[in-house]
T-cell receptor, first 115, second 113 residues
Framework: GENVEQHPSTLSVQEGDSAVIKCTYS??????FPWYKQELGKRPQLIID?????GEKKDQRIAVTLNKTAKHFSLHITETQPEDSAVYFC??????????????FGAGTQVVVTP | GAVVSQHPSRVICKSGTSVKIECRSL??????MFWYRQFPKQSLMLMAT?????????EQGVEKDKFLINHASLTLSTLTVTSAHPEDSSFYIC?????????FGPGTRLTVL
């Protein structure tokens, strides 16, 4: 089935700096890659997603890039603010025998933005 | 929009009792809903996939007789934790799928005494 690895596990940045989180996936048939932000005790919230027919997508301070050949995708947050502090999860939608139509999540990255 | 609600948000029960958690898609119909379990500082672990009008599909290692799932309508799926034990204490989160995207409910914090 699909396997998603996410790095780093923790990321501390100064307010205003950029943050980058990287994920790799194993199933070459995966075609949908969402990113979720989860604050403590709250629900995961979709912040951006990308499909396999697109290499890059941007929404204000957030961007995601996808390299299908290398099977990795990254989240970029620019001009970080304290409210960006949260756990971020990447995910890949697999289409293998055991992962048909399901999201496989990365382990998560705790982002801390210090003023 | 794509709003998903989940009730209750928090429940405390005695060991041996059953607890039902409801997941509703409020402004869209969802053929497929998912149930996850999340331990502190860990990722989301898929428990089962709930399809409207058919039996749920459980992930390996998840006891289907302990975690009963019913998806009776296109806007409601329920998870019943039967004969709950302290080790079932966790954060349970549902999601509903709309056009490839999963939208999550706010979660249910279950504590079994």
């Amino acid at each position: 089935g699909e396997n998603v690895e996410q790095h780093p596990s923790t990321l501390s940045v100064q307010e205003g700096d950029s943050a980058v989180i990287k994920c790799t996936y194993s199933d070459s048939a995966s075609n949908y890659f969402p990113w979720y932000k989860q604050e403590l005790g709250k629900r995961p919230q979709l912040i951006i997603d990308i499909r396999s027919n697109v290499g890059e997508k941007k929404d204000q301070r957030i961007a995601v890039t996808l390299n299908k050949t290398a099977k990795h995708f990254s989240l970029h947050i620019t001009e970080t603010q304290p409210e960006d502090s949260a756990v971020y999860f990447c995910a890949a939608k697999g289409w293998g025998t055991d992962s048909w139509g399901k999201l496989q999540f990365g382990a998560g990255t705790q982002v801390v933005v210090t003023p | 929009g794509a709003v998903v609600s989940q009730h209750p948000s928090r429940v405390i029960c005695k060991s041996g009792t059953s607890v039902k958690i409801e997941c509703r898609s409020l402004d869209f119909q969802a053929t497929t809903m998912f149930w996850y379990r999340q331990f502190p500082k860990q990722s989301l672990m898929l428990m089962a996939t709930s399809n409207e009008g058919s039996k749920a599909t459980y992930e390996q290692g998840v006891e289907k007789d302990k975690f009963l799932i019913n998806h009776a309508s296109l806007t409601l799926s329920t998870l019943t934790v039967t004969s709950a034990h302290p080790e079932d204490s966790s954060f349970y989160i549902c999601s509903a799928e709309k056009e490839d995207t999963q939208y999550f409910g706010p979660g249910t914090r279950l504590t079994v005494l």
